[in-house]
Each structure stands twice: as structure tokens, then as C-alpha cells.
């Protein structure tokens, strides 16, 4: 039986992940809050709906019809989560994947993992009102800074900003990549997991961004050396051995962005 999925916010990730689900088979629906992006998903052959969560109500139950919801919206105050997971549990969605940030972790020296300490704050409040609920399942994949698809690392540090902590490592990831593992996530059944989301290789930034800038012929970047920051690498094992995963882009110096 096809299953049907629902991605909330089709902006940078979530038109490419429906148009990657619908190439797979999958029935899937696409939400935004902008009339342009609505005409853009129809477009691309994604039906669409207008529907933004931070209002007090909203009728979405055509959207809300899913066996999957994959929540991919901007983290706005948790009142609206709250809202939100009371309409998943009164549609009766089994499987929610809500995509997250491994800036939850807090600092420390080396590897982390998903069992380390997060840091008190909106978006962990966030996790676990979709982790304690108990009318589904859900999946929670912590991404890595974003590469890729006009997200060009060369244009983060432009002008006379300078860098900071350059020795420290970078954690990032290639869109195809988090697009493959919520693919990944959808076809293993990997439900009620956490997964940090991460390139394989950590160089250090100076390396990162004087590489990046080469890639557009531009200026390298300007470095403060001052180091005011603990060294965190994000662990991308559990995802690599519960999924068998293979990066698409597991080298971050390999690839033009």
C-alpha cells in the first residue's frame, strides 16, 4: 500500500525531499505560508497547501491525512508545537520525523554523541513534546550546518567579518545528504530514534572556509586566532550502523559547494 506522506515547510530542504519522495513513489503533500511558494510547489508537481502554525487554528486536514508528517519549519515559539502535535495526535499520524539542529549539544571538548548533554533551550523543548507523545512515534534528526544548492559557505564570512576559533572543527552537511537519510529513515522504519546528521570529515575552519573561498576564486576569508570555544565533532556513527548509511558527501573539502 502506497504511503502517504505530508512534509511541513517545503522551502530550501523540504521541495527537494518531496519531489525526491514523490520520485520514490510516495504520495506526498507539501505545505508553506507563501501564495508564491504554493504556486512553486504546484509547479513542481507537489500538491500544496497554505498553512502556517503559529496561527491559533488552522483547517488542515486534507494535509494532516498522512501515514508520515515531516515537521521542517523554522522553530517558532513552542505554543505553536503544541498546537501542532495536538493536530497530529487528533489526525492520528503514527510516524512524525522532526528535523532539528545538533546545536542542542552543549560544548565540550571532542566526539559527541547522541546520549551527551543538551543545552536548556527552545528547540529541546521543542524534541520533547514530539518524543513524549504517545499517539506516535517520532524520529528526531539533528542536522549539522547546511552545504549546498545556493547555501555556499564561501558567502558566510564576506567583507571585513572575521572569523573566529579558527582551529576548531566544522560540522556540516550536504543537502543531498539530509535528504537521503530522512529517505533512509522512511524506508528502514527507524522510528522513535534520535540521529545526529554529519559529514564524515571535521577540518578545522581556517581549512574549511580558505577552501571554500578558492572554489569561487575569491579572497580567503579574515581569521581572529583567539580560541574561546571547546573543539565539539559531531558523531555520525549510530545513523552509519542502524541505517547502513553511506555519505554522499562524506568529505567536506571534496566537493564544490
Known sequence: MQKKISVLGSGWLGLPLAECLISRGYDVKGSTRSSARFDLLQQKGVPAFLLDISQEKYDADEFFNADILIVNIPYKGIEAFVTLTSAIQKANIKHVIFISATSVYANKEGMVSENDALVPCALVDIENLFTTNQSFDTTIIRFSGLLGYGRDPALFFTGDRCIKNPASSVNMIH???????????????????????????????????????????????KFLEQTDNHDKVISNQKIKVDLNYRFLHPNLLGFKF
Open 175 to 221: 543537502r543531498d545528504d539530509c535528504i537521503k537519510i530522512i529517505y533512509s529513515v522512511i524506508e528502514s522504519n527507524a522510528w522513535g530514534e534520535i540521529y545526529n546528521a554529519c559529514s564524515d570529515t571535521h577540518p578545522s575552519r581556517k581549512l574549511f572556509y580558505c577552501a571554500a573561498a578558492k572554489t569561487l576564486a575569491m579572497p580567503a576569508p
